[in-house]
């Protein structure tokens, strides 16, 4: 049987890599992993050397409080790529200085290139974009003096006489995602999340490419109890977090519960034993009084009969 890979959250920020492509899926502080981002930037500071990542997102993050600015620190990313800026302020001050790689590009065309990718395409063709400063024959979406000397991440291409943009693909190589509750084989669910979000084609976009997915959990349940309809993201495609705090609590409410288990069976024990013994005590004085009875009819036939003989 599949059984999921329950880890910490340190642990889930060393499954990524120097140089991977991490894509985080959130909406402002919705769904955002919390936990895992910010063992990733603990990380990147015990470390002392650069991580030299790109983030991917389709929406902002930030800032009440931190989301993605867990990674504004110059030498952990080296590019971004979103969409959404207005609430990461210490980005747009990297983005100002610059002192990362940023691209912007339209918030629905990213979270439609998830399907792309995952479907095994080279990318996302629309017409969104075009004549905008996402054009690469004006801007390319590059939101710098530094990102302006780089490749297009975007090309226009022509299909029947008619211009497309299209949105090159973006290997990922970690995705981070969050859930409500999941079970032993890894099953998710996003129940008490505000939106589902992109969450399961971000996911098998990642998994095209053989990369990593982690997923922070609120609740971990048996296997079998889950509603299968209610399931957002198949176990075999996870990697889980399981935050220590829920793990230790829910060892301690598992064991109590056998504890209490174990106490009222052998109270119920007890009193079956003591049940037994009573409903035995009184059979015996039954048996005594029917003896009784057998002894005084037998002693007034023995009388009948010597009154015979």
């Given at each position: ?9 340190d ?7 120097d ?5 985080s ?5 919705v769904?955002?992993s919390?936990?895992?981002?910010k063992a ?12 030299y ?53 339209p ?5 439609q ?77 996003t129940?008490?999340?505000?939106m ?7 996911v ?15 609740r971990v ?6 509603n ?46 003591f049940?037994q ?25 023995e ?7």
């Amino acid at each position: 049987m599949l059984k999921a890979n329950f880890i910490t959250a340190d642990e889930a920020a060393r499954k990524v890599k120097d140089g991977d492509t991490v894509c985080s899926i959130a909406m402002t502080l919705v769904s955002v992993s919390e936990s895992i981002l910010k063992a990733l930037e603990k990380r990147f500071f015990g470390k002392r050397t650069s991580l030299y990542l790109t983030l991917l997102h389709s929406c902002g993050q930030s800032d009440r409080k931190d989301g993605i600015q867990h990674f504004a620190h110059e030498g952990m990313v080296t590019r971004i790529i979103g969409s959404h800026w207005g609430l990461q302020p210490r980005w747009m001050d990297m983005i100002t200085k610059n002192q990362v790689d940023a691209y912007c590009l339209p918030q629905g065309q990213i979270a439609q290139l998830y399907h792309s990718m995952a479907c095994g395409l080279p990318g996302k063709m629309a017409k969104v974009g075009l004549g905008t400063f996402i054009d690469p024959r004006i801007e390319g979406g590059k939101m710098n003096e530094r990102t302006k000397r780089l490749p297009d991440i975007v090309d226009i291409i022509k299909y029947k006489d008619e211009e497309y943009m299209f949105y090159n693909q973006i290997p990922i190589d970690v995705c981070i995602i969050r859930g409500t509750e999941c079970d032993e084989m890894g099953n998710l669910t996003t129940t008490e999340e505000a939106m589902k979000l992109e969450v399961l084609p971000a996911v098998m976009a990642a998994k095209r490419y053989g990369g990593r997915v982690i997923a922070q959990v609120k609740r971990v349940v048996q296997t079998g109890s889950l509603n299968p309809k209610e399931v957002t993201v198949p176990g075999v495609l996870l990697m889980i977090l399981w935050s220590a705090k829920i793990l230790w609590r829910n060892i301690v409410r598992h064991h109590l519960g056998i504890l209490i288990h174990l106490i009222v069976g052998r109270q119920e024990y007890h009193k079956e034993i003591f049940q037994q013994r009573l409903l035995m005590k009184e059979n015996l004085l039954r048996v005594e009084v029917q003896w009784n009875c057998i002894m005084e009819q037998l002693l007034i036939l023995e009388q009948e009969f010597q009154m015979i003989w």
